[in-house]
Protein backbone atom coordinates (compact mmCIF):
# COMPACT_ATOMS: atom_id res chain seq x y z
CA UNK A 1 0.00 0.00 0.00
CA UNK A 2 1.34 3.22 -1.18
CA UNK A 3 0.90 6.92 0.18
CA UNK A 4 -1.86 7.60 -1.46
CA UNK A 5 -3.58 4.17 -0.54
CA UNK A 6 -3.16 4.68 3.16
CA UNK A 7 -4.40 8.09 2.61
CA UNK A 8 -7.45 7.60 1.34
CA UNK A 9 -8.17 4.59 4.06
CA UNK A 10 -7.45 6.46 6.68
CA UNK A 11 -9.56 8.84 5.40
CA UNK A 12 -12.41 6.99 4.38
CA UNK A 13 -12.12 4.29 6.90
CA UNK A 14 -11.18 5.35 10.08
CA UNK A 15 -12.87 8.02 12.05
CA UNK A 16 -10.79 7.80 15.09
CA UNK A 17 -7.98 9.03 13.03
CA UNK A 18 -9.49 11.24 10.16
CA UNK A 19 -8.02 14.33 11.22
CA UNK A 20 -4.45 13.11 12.06
CA UNK A 21 -2.06 14.70 9.99
CA UNK A 22 -0.63 13.52 6.91
CA UNK A 23 2.10 14.98 5.10
CA UNK A 24 3.50 13.96 1.66
CA UNK A 25 6.88 13.26 1.38
CA UNK A 26 7.26 12.58 -2.12
CA UNK A 27 10.22 13.16 -5.28
CA UNK A 28 7.81 14.71 -7.55
CA UNK A 29 7.96 18.99 -7.09
CA UNK A 30 5.07 19.92 -9.04
CA UNK A 31 2.06 21.75 -8.20
CA UNK A 32 0.52 18.91 -9.52
CA UNK A 33 1.72 16.22 -7.61
CA UNK A 34 1.01 18.95 -4.33
CA UNK A 35 -2.65 19.03 -6.07
CA UNK A 36 -3.00 15.67 -6.25
CA UNK A 37 -1.68 14.69 -2.46
CA UNK A 38 -3.95 17.22 -0.51
CA UNK A 39 -7.09 16.62 -2.86
CA UNK A 40 -6.49 12.84 -1.77
CA UNK A 41 -6.73 14.31 1.98
CA UNK A 42 -2.96 15.00 2.76
CA UNK A 43 -2.53 17.51 4.85
CA UNK A 44 0.69 18.82 3.51
CA UNK A 45 3.24 18.31 1.22
CA UNK A 46 7.24 18.02 1.14
CA UNK A 47 9.24 17.41 -1.59
CA UNK A 48 12.59 15.42 -1.40
CA UNK A 49 14.97 16.15 -0.68
CA UNK A 50 13.70 18.69 1.73
CA UNK A 51 15.98 20.07 4.75
CA UNK A 52 15.50 19.58 8.56
CA UNK A 53 14.14 23.08 9.25
CA UNK A 54 11.32 22.53 6.45
CA UNK A 55 10.24 19.53 7.64
CA UNK A 56 10.58 21.14 11.19
CA UNK A 57 8.36 23.97 9.84
CA UNK A 58 5.43 21.48 8.80
CA UNK A 59 5.32 19.15 12.15
CA UNK A 60 5.37 22.33 13.77
CA UNK A 61 2.43 24.11 11.71
CA UNK A 62 0.28 20.95 11.82
CA UNK A 63 1.22 19.39 15.56
CA UNK A 64 1.40 22.38 17.67
CA UNK A 65 -0.99 24.95 17.03
CA UNK A 66 0.03 27.43 19.96
CA UNK A 67 3.26 28.22 17.68
CA UNK A 68 5.82 27.73 20.20
CA UNK A 69 6.58 24.02 20.68
CA UNK A 70 9.24 23.19 17.81
CA UNK A 71 9.70 26.92 16.86
CA UNK A 72 11.69 27.66 19.82
CA UNK A 73 13.87 24.76 18.95
CA UNK A 74 14.72 25.31 15.71
CA UNK A 75 15.98 28.88 17.42
CA UNK A 76 17.86 27.28 19.04
CA UNK A 77 19.58 25.17 16.65
CA UNK A 78 23.04 25.56 15.36
CA UNK A 79 23.21 26.59 11.86
CA UNK A 80 21.41 24.40 9.34
CA UNK A 81 23.94 25.32 6.45
CA UNK A 82 26.65 23.45 6.10
CA UNK A 83 29.35 24.25 3.48
CA UNK A 84 31.12 21.13 1.62
CA UNK A 85 34.33 20.33 2.64
CA UNK A 86 34.79 18.75 -0.74
CA UNK A 87 36.35 20.72 -3.67
CA UNK A 88 34.96 22.74 -6.23
CA UNK A 89 35.62 20.21 -9.05
CA UNK A 90 34.08 17.32 -7.09
CA UNK A 91 30.82 16.16 -8.20
CA UNK A 92 29.43 14.65 -5.02
CA UNK A 93 28.33 17.52 -2.12
CA UNK A 94 28.52 15.66 1.49
CA UNK A 95 26.66 18.51 2.79
CA UNK A 96 23.15 17.74 2.57
CA UNK A 97 23.62 14.48 3.54
CA UNK A 98 25.69 16.04 6.79
CA UNK A 99 22.34 18.10 7.46
CA UNK A 100 20.29 15.78 7.93
CA UNK A 101 22.60 13.18 9.58
CA UNK A 102 23.34 16.25 11.65
CA UNK A 103 27.29 15.02 10.60
CA UNK A 104 26.77 11.20 11.80
CA UNK A 105 30.00 10.01 9.78
CA UNK A 106 28.53 6.31 9.73
CA UNK A 107 25.05 7.57 8.59
CA UNK A 108 26.86 9.34 5.81
CA UNK A 109 29.22 6.05 4.93
CA UNK A 110 26.26 4.12 4.64
CA UNK A 111 24.81 6.37 2.40
CA UNK A 112 27.82 6.39 0.01
CA UNK A 113 27.81 2.48 0.33
CA UNK A 114 24.41 2.58 -0.61
CA UNK A 115 24.92 4.50 -3.91
CA UNK A 116 27.99 2.41 -4.73
CA UNK A 117 26.09 -1.01 -4.19
CA UNK A 118 23.19 0.54 -5.87
CA UNK A 119 24.12 2.57 -8.55
CA UNK A 120 25.60 -0.21 -10.68
CA UNK A 121 22.71 -1.79 -10.87
CA UNK A 122 20.38 0.24 -11.46
CA UNK A 123 22.34 1.35 -14.40
CA UNK A 124 22.82 -1.93 -15.64
CA UNK A 125 19.27 -2.19 -15.78
CA UNK A 126 18.89 1.28 -17.89
CA UNK A 127 20.95 -0.50 -20.37
CA UNK A 128 18.52 -3.39 -20.22
CA UNK A 129 15.06 -1.24 -20.52
CA UNK A 130 16.59 1.20 -23.41
CA UNK A 131 17.69 -1.93 -25.44
CA UNK A 132 14.39 -3.60 -25.07
CA UNK A 133 11.89 -2.39 -22.00
CA UNK A 134 9.35 -0.23 -21.75
CA UNK A 135 9.98 3.73 -21.56
CA UNK A 136 8.00 3.14 -18.10
CA UNK A 137 9.91 0.91 -16.74
CA UNK A 138 13.06 2.42 -17.56
CA UNK A 139 11.16 5.52 -15.75
CA UNK A 140 10.89 3.73 -13.04
CA UNK A 141 14.48 3.33 -12.97
CA UNK A 142 15.30 6.43 -12.68
CA UNK A 143 13.28 7.56 -10.54
CA UNK A 144 14.68 5.52 -8.12
CA UNK A 145 17.71 6.86 -8.45
CA UNK A 146 16.64 10.57 -8.19
CA UNK A 147 16.65 10.48 -4.59
CA UNK A 148 19.72 9.06 -4.26
CA UNK A 149 21.33 11.29 -6.36
CA UNK A 150 19.99 14.13 -4.82
CA UNK A 151 21.02 12.56 -1.17
CA UNK A 152 24.73 12.73 -2.22
CA UNK A 153 24.50 16.36 -4.28
CA UNK A 154 24.09 15.11 -7.66
CA UNK A 155 21.72 17.80 -8.47
CA UNK A 156 22.25 18.21 -12.23
CA UNK A 157 21.36 14.31 -12.22
CA UNK A 158 17.95 14.84 -10.19
CA UNK A 159 16.77 17.80 -12.48
CA UNK A 160 18.04 15.84 -15.62
CA UNK A 161 15.86 12.99 -14.44
CA UNK A 162 12.44 15.31 -13.70
CA UNK A 163 13.08 16.57 -17.44
CA UNK A 164 13.12 12.68 -18.48
CA UNK A 165 9.95 11.63 -16.68
CA UNK A 166 8.16 14.41 -17.97
CA UNK A 167 8.71 13.66 -20.98
CA UNK A 168 7.79 9.75 -20.91
CA UNK A 169 4.67 10.93 -19.65
CA UNK A 170 4.06 13.14 -22.35
CA UNK A 171 5.13 9.87 -24.40
CA UNK A 172 7.59 11.53 -26.30
CA UNK A 173 9.86 9.39 -28.02
CA UNK A 174 13.35 8.48 -26.95
CA UNK A 175 14.93 10.78 -29.49
CA UNK A 176 13.84 13.40 -27.10
CA UNK A 177 15.10 12.58 -24.19
CA UNK A 178 18.12 9.78 -24.55
CA UNK A 179 20.53 12.88 -24.47
CA UNK A 180 19.68 14.18 -21.08
CA UNK A 181 19.28 9.93 -20.03
CA UNK A 182 23.40 9.68 -21.31
CA UNK A 183 24.20 12.73 -19.17
CA UNK A 184 22.79 11.21 -16.25
CA UNK A 185 24.71 7.68 -16.76
CA UNK A 186 27.80 9.50 -17.46
CA UNK A 187 27.43 11.48 -13.93
CA UNK A 188 26.86 8.47 -12.13
CA UNK A 189 29.47 6.59 -13.49
CA UNK A 190 31.68 9.78 -12.87
CA UNK A 191 30.38 9.88 -9.03
CA UNK A 192 31.21 6.16 -8.59
CA UNK A 193 34.77 6.80 -9.47
CA UNK A 194 34.52 9.24 -6.57
CA UNK A 195 33.53 6.76 -4.41
CA UNK A 196 35.47 4.32 -5.41
Known amino acids: MDGYE ?3 MIRENRSDYKDIPIIALTAHATSREEKRCLN ?8 KPFKRDQLL ?5 WLYKDGDALLNIVSIEKPLIIKSELLENKLIDISYLKEISDGDESFIEEMLTMFKTNTPIQL ?3 E ?5 GSDQELRKIIHKMKSSLGLIGINTA ?4 QKIELKIDKNKSKENWIDDLNTVRNLCESALKEVS
Do not use: A, F, H, R
Open 6 to 8: TTK
Open 40 to 47: LGMSDYLS
Open 57 to 61: LKLNK
Open 124 to 126: NLI
Open 128 to 132: KYLNN
Open 158 to 161: TELI
